[in-house]
Structure formats: C-alpha cells, structure tokens
C-alpha cells in the first residue's frame, strides 16, 4: 500500500478569460504529498487558488496539466475515496439532521437500517443525540457545521478535504469544532487517521491544527513557495497550544513567508479599474 494519500505533480490549472481571447493561469508547478493519517493545512492571500487545488484533489476540475494520483493510482474522475466539506452551509433544509447524515449513504445504496444506525452513531459522536429529528433552520451554526462533519465522515472517507469549514463560525466555536475534528480524524489501534487537505486562510488554525503547513504565493500562476512541518505536541487542544512558545515561534517564520505575499495581493485587488 502507498504511503501518500494523495500526490499532486506540477499541476497546472489554467482558463479561458471572459472574452476567450486571453489565457488565466490560476496556479503552476503545484507539486506535493498528502501521506496518509497526516492533516496539511495550505495557507495563502485570496485569489491564490486554494480551492482550486481542493477542486482539482477532489476531482471536480481536471488539470491543464500535471498528474494527480490517489492511493497510488491516477485520478481519472471523482475522487471516490474522499468526503469533501465545503465552507457554505450545504445541508438540505426540508431534512432532518438525521436525515442529510444518511443523504450520501443512500447514493450508496446502503440498506435504510444500517444508514438509520450509522447516522445515529454519528449523531453521538458528534454531540448531537437527541437533536435528530431537527431541521436546520433549528440548530445554532456550529450544530449544522456539526452535522455537516458527520454527513461527510458518515461514509468513511480515507482522505476530507475542506474549503474553510469553520470561518463563519465564531471564535469560541471554531476553537470548539477545530478540536472536535482533530479528536475524530485521529489513528486509532485498528486503523490510520484520516488525510486531511484543510484549506484556511487563518494561519493560527493552520498551525494549530497541522502536521504542515503550505504557503501558496500571490496569484495569478500561483504555487507553493514554502513547506512547513508543524511539530507540537499531540494530542493537541486547539485553544491551549497557541499558549505554546514554539507556536509562536512557528508563526513567526511562516508569517515572514506569507507576509509579502498578501501585501502583493492586497496591491492587485486595490489597483483601479478601467471601465472604459
């Protein structure tokens, strides 16, 4: 069996402009592993194509070029063993709590009792037994990031990819949920952890909760320009390790990476623009 999880190899993802004339590059020469059982976080300024790089690991978008490769085979469609956590709310409001967990167990055609069972399960695991019957309409936010967790783990995933899970959620809750997804993501004595491909453009979440951390450049034509291995103690509560000194230490030197880069960002997104 393959040690990685997912490999990227100088994947390019380019697109046609608006008037079909010119040529986006969002990102190049985007190179890296996801070992299995390992949580890598990729940080960067807005706009440099971090979702793509989601998009692409999940087989939603195909590459200019490059390769990927999960579990030691070519990615030729979707990505059938990962679960995918997107940052918008994307349960269905006329189902129950109960029921969006056993959405994507019945596209799997698992038998009505044993998706009734395993919903149930991760109703508890995730805090939430006895609040099956509700809708979302009637759950505080970070219930529905809850369930939304449980949708996605439900079917066992080996590798979760997520686009910002947490951003809309606030601090006391995201801190909450961060620790949550770190306790039920980790290797137990009968199996590996789960692959995490965690996008975010919070570096204190990066550093808090990863074995490493990316940083991607400014866009467009981005890619990563630095690969940073986060070694803090584990098992790790998100709120206490930011007490540690080597967190701070580590933030220091992925902020003097990443600092330049938002600045180039932040000068294309204030240049004016012609509408001549």
């Known amino acids: 069996m393959t040690d990685f999880a ?7 993802c380019s697109f046609a402009t608006p008037e079909g004339q010119d040529e986006y590059t969002a990102i190049k020469n985007v190179s890296f592993d996801l070992p299995v059982g390992e949580f890598v976080s990729i940080v960067g300024p807005t706009g440099c194509g971090k979702s793509t790089i989601l998009n692409v690991a999940a087989g939603l978008l195909y590459p200019s070029s490059g ?15 990962a679960g995918y956590m997107f940052q918008a709310n994307t349960l269905m409001p006329w189902r ?8 994507g167990l019945e596209y799997h055609n698992i038998p009505k009792e ?11 695991k995730v805090g939430l037994h006895g609040f099956g019957d509700r809708y979302p309409h009637q759950l505080s936010g970070g219930m529905q990031k809850r369930i939304a967790l449980a949708q996605t783990l439900a079917l066992d995933p080996k590798i979760i990819l997520m686009d910002e899970p947490f951003s809309a959620l606030d601090v006391q809750t995201r801190q909450l949920m961060e620790s949550e997804l770190l306790q039920l993501c980790k290797a137990s004595s009968s199996q590996p952890g789960k692959s995490v491909l965690f996008i975010t453009h919070d570096l204190d979440e990066a550093i808090a909760m990863s074995d490493r951390v990316i940083v991607m450049s400014a866009g467009p034509a981005s890619h990563p320009i630095g690969d940073f291995r986060i070694d803090l103690p584990k098992p790790r509560d998100v709120a206490e390790i ?16 990443l600092r330049s880069e938002v600045m180039k960002s932040y000068s294309l997104q204030m240049r004016p623009v012609d509408y001549a």
């Open 96 to 103: 129950s709590a109960k029921e969006n967990i056993m959405l």
């Open 67 to 81: 390769s990927v490769q999960v579990l030691g085979e070519n990615l030729q469609s979707i990505n059938r063993h």
């Open 6 to 12: 997912l490999s990227l190899l100088d994947v390019r």
């Open 242 to 257: 930011k007490s540690n000194p080597r967190f701070h230490e580590y933030y220091s030197h992925i902020w003097d990476v």
């Open 114 to 124: 044993e998706r009734a069972s395993i919903a149930n399960e991760w109703l508890r």
